[in-house]
């Protein structure tokens, strides 16, 4: 027996015989606020409608890490990840991006174009390929969340984010 379950733009499918979960490469835009993330998908919400995917990540939900200073208590309740489905199921995703993190956020630097590819070696090929000539700004690697992630700007100058939910 078959089951096909869409959640938000993923296709997964399950067998009861045995557990097989097939998820499907999606591409959304992500944008960089200064402090006013919150504020601004609260607006983009009531232009477009619906709910946020999941509740949203704020910087003082970041566990401890090794090497990595702690978040300031003014930066606590920043918004870290936001994700808004808007015109045809497309999802908008957000992030603080203030100055006591070292951004400074212009126009240009405050959108990326978020890659979801299926697998990790997909992500290797395309970070590496859009890197090149470029500069990688966040090397690939596991994060906290659960996924392989890196973000690199192209030679170009379009910024690039890769968030693959494969595991090793």
Excluded at 32 to 42: D, H, L, Q, S, V
Excluded at 65 to 80: F, Q, R
Excluded at 119 to 132: G, N, Y
Aim: aromatic share 12%.
């Amino acid at each position: 027996m078959l089951i096909a379950i869409t959640l938000r733009k993923f296709e997964s499918v399950i067998r009861f015989d045995n557990i097989k979960i097939k998820t499907m490469a999606s591409t959304s835009t992500y944008l960089n606020f200064p402090r006013n993330t919150e504020e601004a998908f609260n607006f983009y919400k009531s232009v477009f409608g619906g709910e946020f995917f999941g509740t949203p990540m704020r910087f003082g939900d970041i566990p401890p890490m090794e090497g990595m200073p702690p978040i300031a208590e003014e930066d606590k309740n920043l918004i870290m990840h936001i994700e808004l489905a808007i015109v045809g199921g497309h999802m908008l995703m957000g992030t603080d991006a203030p100055e006591s993190f070292g951004f400074t956020v212009n126009f240009g630097n405050n959108v990326h174009i978020n890659l979801q590819p299926d697998t990790r070696e997909e992500t290797k090929r395309l970070f590496d390929a859009l890197s090149d000539g470029g500069k990688a700004t966040m090397e690939l690697q596991d994060m906290f969340w659960g996924d392989y992630y890196g973000s690199c700007t192209d030679k170009l100058g379009v910024n690039w984010m890769f968030n693959c939910a494969e595991k090793k």
